[in-house]
């Protein structure tokens, strides 16, 4: 059981991170914002993946959000995407210690090559042709969930 210590550390490192990843978003500085908000919702869903579960986990998520139209962010959405690549990692992995063909070179590139079907949250107006992208903390906050 963890002491209270070390559950106060953790929210700790991961608010400074979900801070600098938002700062970084509004200074324009992509490269810095992905590594920020990838280790946070790495951490804070953290299971035991191998070193090469973290490298594809902070790939795929950060493919996540360079895909989105607008790049923001929430703790509900960013849990859901975690969990959903750690998932499919764990599956892959399966596979990947099966096959002859496993990437043991090249995996970093490898990992980028890997397409997953994410969810892309939209809000339908009217005309249901026409998606608006959620911005899950106005939506939230409106909703009194936050």
Not at 66 to 92: C, H, P, Q, R, W
Not at 127 to 142: G, I, Q, R, T
Request: net charge negative; hydrophobic share 40%; charged share 30%.
């Amino acid at each position: 059981m963890k002491s209270w210590m070390e559950i106060s550390e953790k929210f700790r490192v991961e608010g400074a991170l979900y801070k600098r990843a938002k700062a970084s978003l509004r200074l324009g500085d992509i490269p810095s914002c992905l590594d920020y908000i990838t280790r946070y919702f790495f951490l804070r869903n953290k299971r035991e993946l191998t070193s090469k579960g973290e490298i594809f986990f902070r790939i795929q998520f950060a493919l996540y959000l360079l895909g989105k139209e607008k790049m923001d962010f929430s703790n509900m959405e960013g849990d859901m995407i975690a969990v959903y690549i750690m998932d499919t990692y764990e599956e892959i992995e399966i596979d990947l210690k099966k096959s002859p063909l496993s990437p043991k070179e090249n995996f970093i590139s490898w990992c980028s090559t890997v397409q997953l079907d994410f969810p892309f949250f939209y809000q339908f107006s009217e005309d249901e042709n026409d998606p608006e992208v959620l911005d899950f903390e106005s939506e939230c906050n409106k909703m009194k969930l936050c």
